[in-house]
């Protein structure tokens, strides 16, 4: 089983910068494309950014300008850099297996447990 671990949620004021990181277990981690989710309360769970295994990289239009997904494969860890951080940030955000070459999404996949982010007014 794949397993995901994330840090580096916090409380921070508007305008302020956080860097979530997501580590993940086994040695396939350079193949997988990798998502951020964010889910708010009373919100559905909606895809923030992803990054490919070749490093191409996509962003909801709320965050584009402000949100930077990476990745380091040598640490098997993807980074979710935010800046100018707004109030309506704020939720749980989780890391997620979102692709792999040669198998269904459907057939791989995965969740980190989730770290929250407030940002406050």
């Known amino acids: 089983q794949v397993q995901l671990v994330e840090s580096g949620g916090g409380l921070v004021q508007a305008g302020g910068s956080l860097r979530l990181s997501c580590a993940v277990s086994?040695?396939?981690?350079?193949?997988?494309?990798m998502g951020w989710y964010r889910q708010a309360p009373g919100n559905q769970r909606e895809l923030v950014a992803s990054v490919t295994s070749g490093g191409s990289t996509s962003y909801a239009d709320s965050v584009k300008g402000r949100f930077t997904i990476s990745r380091d494969n040598a640490k098997n860890t993807v980074y979710l850099r935010m800046d100018s951080l707004k109030p309506e940030d704020t939720a749980v955000y989780y890391c997620?297996?979102?692709?792999?070459?040669?198998?269904?999404?459907?057939?791989?996949?995965?969740w980190g447990q989730g770290t929250q982010v407030t940002v406050s007014s």
């Open positions: 997620h297996t979102e692709r792999i070459f040669g198998l269904k999404p459907e057939a791989f996949d995965y």
């Open positions: 086994g040695r396939i981690f350079s193949s997988i494309t």
